[in-house]
């Protein structure tokens, strides 16, 4: 791989920052589960918005990026109190916020990966890196707020499709592309990959069906011994004889 400098934009981070906490705000605002103030909505914004920038530096064993100004903190507040007043119009702009919440995906995973490789790691725990950073502000919300975590239940690709951008940007790379053009193109192809699942409803099959099938394909090698059924005639009750007419 050649040797790259490569520093994530900060009009770029913040920007990822800040649909991660709008995000986060929708979430809160349409969970019913628990009642959320003002303060809640904020730390989960805090979390969706700086959740995958926290994770990836301290994989990376480097002080955190988010950490280190102002604006990132600012921008995720704001985001997320911007996001909770205005739940409304963006409930209603429904596409729009998925396809964002692609776009977020992608962003995340290409910086994750990018900074990986500039660090001198190799492809896979790259790649590793860049998913963690994808889909760990999601991770960190799902635990903080008592829930399943998302990405381990049936539904649309979230780390799937940040693996293959993740992937991508990592072979062209490799391939002598400039990090800045394969890190545009790894998003997109997340992007892209993260909206056909949600509009053709494509998910990966589920564990219990597999063990279903398996179960049935053992189970129909097995032959089947029927025998006569046993005559039970004493269970028969005799039928009475016509009495003799006088």
């Known amino acids: ?35 959320l103030d003002l303060l809640g909505v904020a730390i989960i914004g805090i979390v969706m918005g700086m959740g995958g920038g926290l994770i990836r530096d301290l994989l990376l064993n480097s002080t955190p990026v988010t950490l280190q100004t102002n604006w990132y903190l600012i ?5 997320s109190l911007v996001g909770m007043l205005l739940a409304g119009v963006f409930q209603r702009l429904n596409r729009l916020i998925i396809a964002l919440d692609a776009v977020v995906i992608g962003l995340f995973g290409a910086f994750g990966t990018s ?11 790259a790649v590793f890196i860049g998913v963690c950073s994808a889909v760990g502000g999601g991770i960190l919300r799902d635990v903080i707020m008592g829930l399943p975590v998302a990405i381990m239940h ?7 499709a940040a693996g293959a951008g993740c992937f991508v940007l990592a072979g062209l790379d490799a391939a002598g592309v400039p990090l800045g053009a394969a890190a545009v193109t790894s998003v ?25 099938r398996k179960v049935a394909v053992e189970t129909s090698a ?9 005559r039970r005639a004493w269970l028969r009750r005799p039928r009475p004889r016509p009495r003799p007419q006088r």
């Open 1 to 35: 791989m050649p040797e790259t400098t490569f520093a994530i934009p900060l009009w770029a981070d913040l920007l990822a920052v800040g649909l991660g906490g709008v995000q986060g705000a929708l979430f809160a605002s349409g969970f019913t589960g628990r009642r």
């Open 75 to 79: 921008t995720a507040v704001a985001a």
């Open 115 to 125: 900074k990986a490789l500039a660090l001198g790691l190799p492809v896979v725990p």
């Open 154 to 160: 049936v539904g649309s690709l979230y780390a799937v």
């Open 188 to 212: 997109i192809v997340t992007a892209v990959i993260r909206l056909l699942a949600v509009i053709f409803d494509i998910s990966l099959p589920e564990q219990r069906r597999l063990h279903r």
């Open 222 to 230: 097995i032959p089947i011994v029927t025998a006569d059924p046993p």
